[in-house]
């Protein structure tokens, strides 16, 4: 086996033994997820499709939560036709059928190895002028849903054993860019704070924590969001480090690290996946 979770003394002479011989570590086996399940709300577009994507083409069974039953119907299609899909429609912001969902998909697909809490809104207008209705309404979604949905799986996660929980931040909490989105930021650094409370939580269990937290991404929440793409785009390449634009691949491929055992003793962490935009 790959060797996570060895016991002390185990874990000692290993380290021992690598100062005299080659130690035998399988990086296929520590990067595989395969016949794992994986719940992603927001699976319908964007990064949680991709996410699904990536999963489903590396043998995982993935379960899409999203308000958007059209979206959903699509990306099931799309994904059946590689491997194992199911859909369910369902704002996260109704704790009730939102809980029953992710019940549901972890009996269809045989309990819950992943949830990556992908799913959020992005509502501008300056803080000064803040419509709370909007405000509550952003918390509802992007932080009090990540809570409705990790309550549910929960148990599933500690049974896995091998139990992943990705949470989706963003580098504009580190930031606090770009104007705005004062009320999106806020919510994504509270993902940060629920985050490394949650993993000192579960991590007895064995069930690790952690945020992604993507630079700029060309999905639909950027869409509209900037008048000029061009020089959105230009902006973004200059302020990053490596240049060119991420694609959804890049956040895919940080998704499944975090979800396979070459990561079980990463947690509480936030992994910028930016480009080298932020340094934190
Ligand atoms: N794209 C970027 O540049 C970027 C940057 C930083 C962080 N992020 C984060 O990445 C995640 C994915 O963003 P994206 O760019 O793919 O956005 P997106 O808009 O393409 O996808 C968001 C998904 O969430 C779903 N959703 C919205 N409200 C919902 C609700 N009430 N219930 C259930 N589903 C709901 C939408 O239907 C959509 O499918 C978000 O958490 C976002 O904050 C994105």
Partial sequence: MGGFGRPAQEAREMGGRLMDEPLAFDAVERFDVSGRVAVITGGAHGLGLAMATAFVGAGAKVALLDIDADGLELAQKTLSARGTAVVRAVDVRDVKSTQAAVREVASELGGIDILINDAAIFPSGPLAETDFEELRNVLDV??????????AALPYLRESGRGRIINFGSVTFFLGY??????????KGAIVGLTRALAREV???????NVLAPGAFPTRA???LYEDQEAFDAEVIERQSVKRRGSV???????IFLASDAASFVTGQTLLVDGGW???
């Fill in 142 to 151: 992007n932080v009090v849903g990540y809570v409705t949905t990790l309550n």
């Fill in 178 to 187: 770009p104007d705005g989105l004062g009320a999106y930021i806020a919510t």
């Fill in 203 to 209: 991590g007895p269990a064995g069930v690790t924590a």
């Fill in 222 to 224: 950027e869409q509209g």
């Fill in 249 to 255: 691949e890049d956040i895919a491929a940080a998704a």
């Fill in 278 to 280: 932020t340094f934190n």
